[in-house]
């Protein structure tokens, strides 16, 4: 069984930090791309930041760019989102995605599964 398990989530100030885990287990991890997706109240899911496992390459929304950095440790199975430099406009749940063909990207469709999602709060 698929699964991926977030934490990591929480409240901070404005200007602060926070780091995202995504545990993955139930298959093939180093076949995959791992993205983090985000919604806020109201809005549209939308991309984050991915990671393909089998070569590293990285894609960054243009509003997180500079800010967040993913990465993984394969030997746990586990992919990070380093948040820095956080906003109140960056207040949203947090969800991790797996992406079968490997690729990865930004687009929801490219995803087949999905874990249940951290919050994360920015007060101004």
């Known amino acids: 069984e698929v699964q991926l398990v977030e934490s990591g989530g929480g409240l901070v100030q404005d200007g602060g930090s926070l780091r995202l885990s995504c545990a993955a287990s139930?298959?093939?991890?180093?076949?995959?791309?791992i993205g983090w997706f985000r919604q806020a109240p109201g809005k549209e899911r939308e991309g984050v930041s991915c990671?393909?496992?089998?070569?590293?390459?990285?894609y960054y929304a243009d509003s997180v760019k500079g800010r967040f950095t993913i990465s993984i440790d394969n030997a746990k199975n586990t992919v990070y989102l380093q948040m820095n430099s956080l906003k109140p406009e960056d207040t949203a749940v947090y969800y991790c995605?797996?992406?079968?063909?490997?690729?990865?990207?930004?687009?929801?469709?490219?995803?087949?599964?999905w874990g249940q999602g951290t919050q994360v709060t920015v007060s101004s």
């Open positions: 139930g298959f093939r991890f180093d076949h995959f791309a």
């Open positions: 995605a797996a992406d079968s063909s490997g690729l990865g990207g930004l687009a929801k469709y490219e995803f087949d599964y």
């Open positions: 990671i393909s496992v089998s070569d590293g390459n990285t």
